[in-house]
């Protein structure tokens, strides 16, 4: 993996973290362009011989420097609001999975299923199969289908620890005695990859997540063969 894609964000797999992106790109074109012109502005004042001892005040170039940056901002504002609220929308959901946090593990339960709930180990390094991914893989998936809406309830049986996939735009703590939700909507069917994000012990680093999206049909599939 290069370095630049490091640095960039994971392909969105639902439509709030393409927006999430969208709106990523638009702050940094106007921030761009505001670093570019004050860096041109500090280079010309260094750079000419125009001196003007008797120049008090100039209302005119006040009221453009204050009216300009309170339109940018205002250009930034309000997508932002918009993204807020996106992200507190909790539609109907057509399954609720509750995720539970241990130390050092992940257990689901999806409560509209009887008997269907299940830990999710990581993979050690000596147990990987060809493909797959060193620290990141479990034993087992979270299932989830594509285009429905899905809600997670978060909550921990220990310490804080926090659920989040990145591609996704989903991140709750997992607090004890308290039950967070989410609620994401998946456009495509592959694998995506998380990490627990709060420091919860030596083995912190060692509880990934791996949310497998498939179409309808295979998740009542897998929901049979499951039972």
């Not at 609001?81 to 995720?99: A, F, M």
């Not at 299923?113 to 999710?120: G, Q, V």
Request: charged share 15%.
């Amino acid at each position: 993996m290069s370095t630049w894609s490091q640095l960039s964000f994971q392909d969105g797999a639902s439509p709030l973290m393409e927006e999430l992106i969208m709106f990523h790109d638009h702050t940094m074109l106007i921030l761009t362009l505001v670093t570019s012109l004050v860096a041109y502005i500090i280079v010309t004042l260094f750079s000419n011989k125009f001196l003007d001892r008797y120049l008090l005040q100039g209302n005119l170039i006040e009221i453009i420097w204050t009216f300009i940056p309170a339109l940018l901002l205002i250009f930034i504002a309000l997508p932002s609001l918009h993204l807020l609220y996106l992200l507190d929308e909790y539609d109907n959901p057509s399954i609720t999975i509750k995720s539970l946090g241990h130390q050092w593990y992940w257990s689901y339960e999806y409560s509209d299923f009887l008997n269907l709930e299940f830990d999710s180990y990581m993979v050690p390094t000596s147990d990987l199969d060809l493909g797959q991914f060193r620290l990141i893989e479990v034993d087992n998936r979270m299932v989830v289908p594509i285009n429905s809406y899905i809600r997670i309830l978060v909550s921990s049986t220990d310490v804080i620890h926090s659920w989040t996939v990145p591609a996704l735009s989903v991140k709750a703590d997992a607090v004890p005695g308290r039950l967070n939700q989410l609620t994401f909507l998946v456009n495509r069917p592959g694998l995506f990859f998380g990490q627990c994000s709060e420091i919860c012990g030596a083995n912190h680093s060692f509880m990934p997540i791996v949310v497998e999206a498939i179409t309808m049909n295979s998740f009542l599939n897998w929901i049979n063969n499951f039972e």
